[in-house]
Structures are given as C-alpha cells and as structure tokens.
C-alpha cells in the first residue's frame, strides 16, 4: 500500500519560475492538505480541500494554488517563484476525524 | 486566534521518562494529537486525545485536560531512537484544520 506519495522529492528553481508538485493517496480520504515546514520550525497550512471539486485557503495560501479534480490528486502550484518559498512541502491525508497521514516530503530551494 | 506552544528543545538520558508539555488557545477544538518528526522525514502520528484523561499506548501516553487548553506527551523507557522533534497538533471545530504547534526537538544521549 502505497499511503501518500509526492513528486518531485527534491527540486531548485530560480526566481519567477513556476512547477507543480504532485500528490497522490491511495486511502481514499476525503480531506487531502498542503503544509509547509521552514527549517526548525512546525507545519504551516498552505491549503486544504475537503473533497474533490471543493477546496480552501490554509494559513498561508499567497503564492500557491491547488486544484482536486478527484478524490486520489490533489496538487500544488507554484507561480513565480521567490526566495521565500524555499521550504519543505508535505502534502496529508485524513478520513473525517481521522488522523493525518503524511507523505515524504517535497525539499525545494529557489534561487 | 491560533495558539500553541511548546518548548524548543528538551534532553534525556537513555532509559529515563520524558514529559512533553503542550498548551494551546484556538478558535475551535476537536483534538489533540502528537506526531513525532525524524530529522529529514515526514511526520507520523503517535496518539490522539479528545476527551480528558490519560491515553496509554506501550511506551507513549498522552494526556489531557480542556479546561485548561493543556495536553502532555510522556515517553518511558527512552531508547535513542527516540531522539525526534515531537509536534503538537490540534483539529478545529469543523474536524478539517489541523493546527500544529512549533515542535520540541527531543535528544536521547547515552
């Protein structure tokens, strides 16, 4: 069983580039989320949708964009990318009122 | 507002017992949760309280208390492998959000 698995695990970009990185689970939850972890720091949210054709803004949306066309993908957008973005992405998983599930990380550095 | 708060860093010798506080002021709740981190690896989860009381689940027991916005993760018989940042996470109302405090970075020395 797969559980979640995120693509590309690591990437560099340069300033004003854009790229997806993908997400897909296998669980079939509901509710899939975008978080991103700044060096020693805890997970902030990007985005999260609660199911397929519906989603919302996290904490820290500006910059980003999702779409879920169906229950298994739920992907993240960059346009223009800009120094502040270096982070690491995890993209989770969730039954209602389950506990999350998370996928290995996505590590990308914009220069 | 959002809210919760652990301390940074904690040490512990290898065989002793361990407490992880945790407060937290959110808008909502519906749980708490402890999740705990491997440098350079995805979170996993260890245990979730939405009631009250104690929690026991093998070495790990988490611990809390609403009225007090005040959760606890308590760790036995400490192995190295326990050496991780363990997170605070705490679901709103609706059951969709998850909230996650900064972390505490535990290190097991010999």
């Not at chain 1, 990318?81 to 989770?92: D, E, G, M, N």
């Not at chain 2, 002793?16 to 705990?36: D, E, M, P």
């Not at chain 2, 606890?72 to 705490?90: F, I, T």
Request: hydrophobic share 35%; aromatic share 14%; net charge neutral.
């Amino acid at each position: 069983n797969a559980g979640v698995t995120q693509t590309p695990k690591f990437r560099i970009l340069k300033i004003g580039q854009s790229m997806t990185l993908q997400c897909t689970q296998d669980m079939n939850h509901n509710y899939m989320y975008w978080y991103r972890q700044d060096p020693g720091m805890g997970l902030k949210l990007i985005y999260y949708s609660v199911g397929a054709g519906i989603t919302d803004k996290g904490e820290v949306p500006n910059g980003y964009n999702v779409s879920r066309s169906t229950t298994e993908d739920f992907p993240l957008r960059l346009e223009l990318a800009a120094p502040s973005q270096t982070s690491v992405y995890f993209c989770a998983s969730s039954y209602i009122a389950g506990e999350l599930f998370f996928g290995e990380g996505s590590r990308l550095t914009v220069l | 507002g959002q809210n919760i708060d652990q301390p940074t860093e904690m040490t512990a010798t290898e065989g002793a017992i361990v407490q992880i506080n945790c407060t937290y002021q959110t808008s909502g709740f519906n749980g708490l949760f402890w999740y705990q981190q491997h440098a350079g690896e995805a979170p996993t989860f260890l245990s979730y309280n939405v009631l009250d009381g104690l929690e026991e689940k093998g070495r790990f027991s988490s611990f809390l208390s609403r009225s007090k916005g005040y959760s606890y993760l308590l760790l036995k018989e400490l192995q190295m492998k326990d050496s991780a940042s363990y997170l605070c996470a705490v679901r709103d109302n609706y059951g969709q959000n998850f909230v996650f405090g900064p972390g505490t970075r535990l290190s097991v020395l010999p």
